[in-house]
């Protein structure tokens, strides 16, 4: 089964500072994978898929194939970033599997 | 456009009580999902149905049963609750097309005493 693994539960950096969120997913030939959110009393929502190559709200995610990893990257945090992200993989069968969730704190 | 509606938002059962949460959508997605979100173990898919009549397995299927009534409601039954089914759970569905992006409801916030 597919696995998707978040390493960091909870990230804290300052406004202005860079971020990195890191995700690895298992082997994949094609993999197709996504960064979600979920704010505070929001519903959990697509931030951005690697297929679209897009940047959203600042974050961008690339994908490595040799080192199995999509990392959400963001040059500077702002406060209204503060949420909790999920990477998730499509599998076999159109099954999503989604990580453990990183929390990102962005302090004033 | 309500997009994906659960019902309820929040129950209390005591262990071995049945229960089933309701899901529908009204966006004509074919492919419909249930979710449980528990803190630090992340998203984990319960049940998943590619169609209408079609179900299948996830990763933590036990104690659980689905239903795909039509292509708008799938549901989650609790036959026998326990303590370990405490938990967020979470419909969602299914963008088609090559999209296969995953629009989700509000979540059920479940507790068995």
């Known amino acids: 089964a597919q696995r998707v693994t978040q390493p960091e539960k909870l990230l804290s950096v300052f406004k202005g500072a860079p971020v990195e969120l890191k995700c690895n997913y298992s082997y994949s030939g094609s993999p197709e994978l996504f960064w979600y959110v979920q704010y505070s009393r929001q519903r959990l929502q697509l931030l951005l898929r690697h297929i679209s190559r897009e940047s959203i709200k600042g974050f961008t995610a690339d994908l490595n194939k040799g080192e199995t990893s999509f990392h959400l990257k963001k040059p500077f945090a702002q406060e209204e970033d503060s949420a909790m992200y999920y990477c998730?993989?499509?599998?076999?069968?159109?099954?999503?599997?989604f990580g453990s969730g990183t929390k990102l704190n962005v302090k004033p | 456009n309500a997009g994906v509606t659960q019902t309820p938002k929040f129950q209390v059962l005591k262990t071995g009580q049945s229960m089933t949460l309701q899901c529908a959508q009204d966006m004509n997605h074919n492919s419909m999902y249930w979710y449980r979100q528990d803190p630090g173990m992340g998203l984990r898919l319960i049940y998943y149905s590619a169609s209408e009549g079609t179900t299948d397995k996830g990763e933590v299927p036990n104690g659980y049963n689905v239903s795909r009534l039509n292509k708008r409601e799938f549901s989650l039954r609790l036959e026998s609750a326990a303590p370990s089914q405490t938990s967020v759970y979470f419909c969602?569905?299914?963008?088609?097309?090559?999209?296969?992006?995953?629009?989700f409801g509000a979540g059920s916030r479940l507790t068995v005493l």
């Open positions: 998730a993989q499509r599998g076999n069968f159109n099954k999503f599997y």
């Open positions: 969602a569905s299914r963008t088609g097309a090559g999209a296969n992006v995953l629009t």
